[in-house]
């Protein structure tokens, strides 16, 4: 029963009437809110594997939103779960462009910054995961302070672009 409320809501769109006053009298407006998974890591005795995490998106551009919730990590509540990020504290995402069927998604260099291959590409996977989960089926790719990433610093490893693909 609990899973299939789960099921239920996962990406589905809610929403929600918010009544404001101005000079001219009460001002009713619905805002779309929409629930997404947001990718996490969980260690476990296998090693780290990566997990779902139920976020309520608002806003108008959802990509940009799952896409930040991601970059803030965990919450409280997921950290007791054992919930963790391979993404390094203090990456932001500069831009979200869209062009038709492609997404360009804009990090900053935070993003590609050390902690080692497994580490770099566990990070990768969480933010293809998050942001496929919005996109649409649309291609997503990633840019490092506006240049295309093709490969990383240091450890060399090629980035294949789209990330979803």
């Known amino acids: 029963m609990v899973a ?4 239920m809501l996962n990406s589905c769109a809610v929403e929600r009437t918010v009544l404001s006053e101005s000079d001219k009298g009460t001002k009713r407006e619905t805002v779309k809110q929409q629930s997404t998974k947001i990718w996490f890591v969980k260690t476990n005795d296998q090693g780290a594997e990566l997990v779902a995490a139920e976020r309520v998106l608002v806003g108008e551009d959802k990509l940009e939103s799952a896409v930040n919730e991601l970059l803030r990590g965990p919450s409280a509540n997921e950290i007791a779960l054992g919930y963790g990020s391979e993404i390094p504290r203090g990456t932001i995402l500069l831009s979200v462009k869209e062009a038709g069927d492609k997404v360009e998604l804009d990090l900053s260099r935070r993003f590609v910054a050390g902690e080692g291959a497994t580490s770099f590409e566990t990070r990768l ?4 995961k998050t942001a496929a989960s919005v996109a649409n089926g649309k291609e997503i790719y990633l840019n490092v302070e506006g240049e295309r990433l093709t490969m990383t610093q240091g450890e060399g490893i090629e980035v294949k672009q789209p990330i979803n693909n």
């Open 125 to 128: 996977n969480q933010l293809a």
């Open 4 to 7: 299939a409320a789960t099921l």
